[in-house]
């Protein structure tokens, strides 16, 4: 049995427990339609936020690199209720060792897929910057 098919039966059962019918018209996909959907929410759990980073380059530039207002959704994983925002990201480039600006959406996005914890969201995309670049300061 796939993981998918695993999800499916839970959400089957879930229904199932809160008394309604799983097989009834409104219903009749809903399981597979959940399962899909979590897959998809959760598909930063297989990958690794500093893998985003493979391009770096060294740029005679010192100043500081923002990209701001990242929009954003995770779930938490206290209730597997969701959570959303805007996110910022800046750092301060050592040695001219500089991303492409896109890269630390992409990170972000990959970290909030998975369940999550505001903290510990941010700290995660912090040490993958952090792995990938050592720039002189961070701010997530």
């Known amino acids: 049995m796939t993981n ?7 959400i089957y059962q879930f229904l199932e427990a809160l008394g309604e019918n799983p ?17 998809e929410m959760f598909s930063g759990l297989n990958q690794d936020p500093k893998e985003q980073f493979t391009a770096v380059f ?13 929009p954003f959704y995770s779930m938490c994983e206290h209730h597997l209720v969701p959570f959303y925002g805007k996110a910022h990201i800046a750092y301060l480039p050592n040695d001219g060792r ?3 600006l896109s890269k630390l959406a992409r990170a972000f996005e990959v970290a909030s897929k ?10 995660q995309v912090a040490q993958a910057l952090e792995d990938a670049l050592a720039p002189k300061g961070i701010f997530v």
């Open 58 to 70: 060294s740029e005679n530039h010192e100043e500081v690199v923002i990209v701001k207002d990242i």
């Open 114 to 123: 998975r369940p999550q914890l505001q903290e510990r969201l941010t700290a």
């Open 98 to 100: 500089v991303t492409g």
């Open 23 to 39: 097989d009834r018209e409104g219903l009749k996909d809903t399981p597979k339609r959940v399962a899909k959907m979590y897959i």
């Open 4 to 10: 998918q098919e695993k999800m499916e039966k839970a």
